[in-house]
């Protein structure tokens, strides 16, 4: 099993709907969730981060955490076509040291106008 | 502020040559890493400092692949000698590491291909 997972995609989304990003990991002591968003031929750049179980909400953002699940969640509302990029997720692993991420495979998302 | 800096942005290089890659952090950022990107591994983490000293280097593929980090505001990755497998993108990233990891921010990358 993958320590961080995520479907790879394709995710296809119209304009203004809601996009939903998925992500599951294994190592039940982690404490530290973070999203990054990478356009093609860019660096990763981190948009969003959860320690707590719940929703956090930031503009048109909302990561939402389930440690029970063992599962986080990105939602992203209102989608444009701009938001058209591979999210990444990654996770601070307690039994990998407190700074180390590890990141899932990424969720190619295209919205379509 | 000036984020993560790293030079050079493209590298192109004979297999066999020696390849050094170099990242700035960001300033009083504590922790600094390296990873490399391709289509097929994704993002792997190859080493990691903190106060300049390294922690983690398990990600480092093999032996021709170094880190170093003399001061608080640079850091070199070292390929010696280089492989056509080596091709990827460098990421430098920085953190101030808090109780559970603070967030990573990422350099532009360097693009590396070894022919």
Request: glycine content about 10%.
């Amino acid at each position: 099993q993958k320590e961080v997972e995520q479907n790879s995609g394709p995710l296809s989304v119209p304009e203004g709907a809601i996009a939903s990003l998925n992500c599951t990991y294994s190592d039940r002591g982690s404490q530290s969730f973070f999203w990054y968003r990478q356009y093609s031929g860019k660096s990763p750049e981190l948009i969003m981060f959860i320690y707590s179980n719940g929703d956090k909400e930031d503009g048109r953002f909302t990561a939402q955490l389930n440690k029970a699940s063992q599962y986080v969640s990105l939602l992203i509302r209102d989608s444009q076509p701009s938001d058209s990029a591979t999210y990444l997720c990654a996770v601070v692993g307690a039994i990998q040291g407190a700074q180390k991420l590890v990141f899932g495979q990424g969720t190619r998302l295209t919205i379509n106008p | 502020d000036a984020g993560v800096i790293q030079s050079p942005r493209h590298e192109v290089t004979e297999m066999g040559q020696e390849v050094t890659l170099r990242c700035k952090p960001i300033s009083g950022h504590n922790s600094l890493f390296w990873y490399r990107q391709t289509m097929m591994r994704g993002l792997e983490l190859l080493i990691y400092f903190n106060n300049n000293v390294p922690i983690d280097d398990s990600g480092m593929p093999e032996d021709r692949f170094s880190a170093k980090m003399p001061n608080a505001s640079f850091s070199t990755l070292k390929i010696q000698p280089s492989e056509p497998r080596d091709s990827a993108v460098y990421f430098c990233a920085s953190s101030l590491a808090g109780r559970w990891g603070g967030g990573q921010f990422f350099g532009p990358g360097t693009r590396l291909t070894v022919l």
